[in-house]
Structure formats: structure tokens, C-alpha cells
């Protein structure tokens, strides 16, 4: 196919705003197929019972989009130097420090969609953002966009991981990127730096039951008392395998202002977060990733540190 194609995709992406963008044949995911399988199998999914649902469409892009032809890869940024105010006593990932980063990437994504097939080819297909059952982080490596590293994270050479991964799954034929070599080498950092042990021994696999992410966020039950002490005092979320990874020295500040977090969150104190109600939950929360868990699973986590 034309190759001015992909540049013409490439050049309105950055346009948008995204970091990196790449392309890869819509086919099943062979290389994926018994690693995820051991990892459901091993129950490693810990509560979200939805990842054993749609088990082919996971692997298959084609049985999410019917006649696929090509799956698109984007990396969009959320790293910030900001932080709260008071980090030594109640801390959120950064990836919610602002708007839901559903809605921002979905947004520039359906232009993205639309200028493709306005400027370049009628097109079929469909936009993820996080949701339905797309391996992204599988489909990013295919892309070219980086490798898995040991924290099961993407990992781009040049700006390192704090980003939001999305896909458009389309039926139009384009050139296709190559992966790139894994250069975790013999670093452990992330694994030795995880407070709960959630990271497997040799890396590159993450057991949801034990990571401080899934305690905070989907899990709808009560946090294990086995890790008391151990939270590094999260409530929302976690950064420490991203925190110590070397590859993320290169991370930029990123230029979105939607997620440009509220200086009323970053200023909270220890007793605004243990005196925290309803309300206020609502007026610093809403429309961001935080209001996922609602204000009685963050005040189940603020309380579960506190005692």
C-alpha cells in the first residue's frame, strides 16, 4: 500500500497530541496466546473476573472488527512534575491527577478517525481507549512503539512509560512497524521496589492480587490485612515500579491542560484526606480517573492506611 498513508496518520496524530504512533497487521496474537492463558489460569486476574470473558477476541482483532486489516497504536503523555503538596501521607497515581483519560484520548482519537476517512480512505473500524478487550501494551510491541518490560508495562527507549495506550482497529491495508529488542537486560529495580511483591521473581508477570493498583482501584472488597504497612501509603493507584525504572529518566512533562490536576488536590493535608466527606469527594473528583472508586472505596483505602 501507499506509504504516504501511514505518514499522513502519523503527522495528524502528532497534530493531536500523541507521543508516538505505529502500525502492525490485524491478526491473531499466536505469541500471546499461552501467556495469558497461564496467567488466567493462575489466577492472577485476582477479582476482575471480566479478563476470562472474550478470551479469542483478546488475541483476535478481527473478531472485534470484522475484515481488519490494521491495528493503530498510539502513546499518549501524562507524565507531570507536579506532586501533591504532602506525599508522605496519602498519594495518587498520576495517571488521575486530571481528567479521565478515557474521555481526552477517546476525543482525539475520533478526529483522528474522521480526518482518515475524510483525507485518506472511507474506512470501517473502531476506537479503544482502555476498554473492550484489546491487549494494547501486546499491540504497542508489535507496533514498534516499545517492548514489555519487566513490570508488564510498555517501555519506549526515548520516553520511557508513563503513558496512556489507545488503539484504532481499522479495515483499510497500510505498512506495517517492527518491534524493537527488550532492553530491560538484568535490571530488577521494579521488582525489588515493589513494596507487596506483585512482580514475579524474574519479571514480566504481575499478579493482580498483590498489586497495590488492583487493591485500590478494582478491588470492590476488603484490602488483605497481609498488606498493612505495605501500601507506601497509595490510595488511588501506584507509581513505584515506574518511579525506579531507569528508562523513564526520559520522561517529558507532558502539554495536555486536562490533565493539569487541581492545586486544591494538590494541597491536601493528612486531615483533609482522614476528614474527607461526600462532598468534597465529589467537588475534587468528578470527571477524573479517582471517581472510579467512588468515596467509599477511597475513604475503604484512606482508612485501611491510616489505622
Known amino acids: ?4 498513508y501511514n505518514k499522513l496518520i502519523r503527522e495528524r496524530a502528532k497534530e493531536l497530541g500523541f507521543s508516538e504512533i505505529g502500525f502492525s497487521k490485524a491478526e491473531k496474537l499466536t505469541e ?3 501467556r495469558l492463558k497461564d496467567w488466567l489460569d493462575n489466577g492472577f486476574n485476582a477479582g ?3 479478563m476470562n470473558n472474550h478470551f479469542e477476541k ?3 482483532p478481527t473478531e472485534l472488527v470484522p475484515g481488519a486489516k490494521t491495528v493503530i497504536s498510539l502513546m499518549y503523555n501524562y507524565h507531570t512534575e507536579l506532586s501533591q503538596s504532602d506525599e508522605s501521607i496519602f498519594k495518587v497515581s498520576k495517571y488521575a491527577y486530571g481528567r479521565d483519560y478515557h474521555k481526552v484520548v477517546k476525543n482525539k482519537l475520533k478526529k483522528l478517525f ?3 476517512n475524510d483525507e485518506i480512505h472511507s474506512v470501517s473500524g473502531r476506537i479503544f481507549v482502555d476498554s473492550a478487550p484489546v491487549l494494547e501494551g501486546a499491540w504497542a510491541r508489535k507496533a514498534g512503539l516499545g517492548w514489555i518490560g519487566k513490570n508488564s508495562l510498555l517501555i519506549n527507549p526515548k520516553k520511557g512509560s508513563y503513558f496512556f495506550l ?3 482497529i481499522i479495515d483499510l491495508e497500510l505498512d506495517y512497524d517492527s518491534p524493537i529488542s527488550d532492553y530491560c537486560g538484568k535490571c530488577t529495580k521494579c521488582i525489588d521496589a515493589c513494596p507487596t511483591n506483585a512482580i514475579h521473581p524474574d519479571g514480566y508477570i504481575v499478579d493482580a492480587n498483590s498489586c497495590i493498583s488492583f487493591l485500590t482501584i478494582e478491588n470492590k472488597e476488603e484490602i488483605p490485612s497481609e498488606f498493612k504497612n505495605k501500601m507506601e501509603n497509595y490510595i488511588f493507584g501506584c507509581d513505584i515500579c515506574q518511579e525506579v525504572c531507569p ?3 526520559f520522561s517529558k512533562e507532558h502539554n495536555e491542560p486536562d490533565f493539569v490536576p487541581k492545586k486544591d488536590f494538590l494541597d491536601m493535608t493528612a486531615k483533609d484526606w482522614v476528614e474527607l466527606t461526600e462532598t468534597k469527594f465529589e467537588k475534587l473528583f468528578f470527571g477524573t480517573p479517582v471517581a472510579r472508586t467512588k468515596y467509599k472505596g477511597l475513604k475503604r483505602n484512606i482508612d485501611f492506611i491510616s489505622e
Open 1 to 4: 500500500m501507499d506509504s504516504g
Open 32 to 34: 500471546e496466546e499461552e
Open 48 to 50: 476482575m473476573a471480566y
Open 58 to 60: 483478546r488475541l483476535d
Open 114 to 116: 474522521k480526518y482518515i
Open 166 to 168: 489507545s488503539e484504532l
Open 247 to 249: 528508562w523513564n529518566r
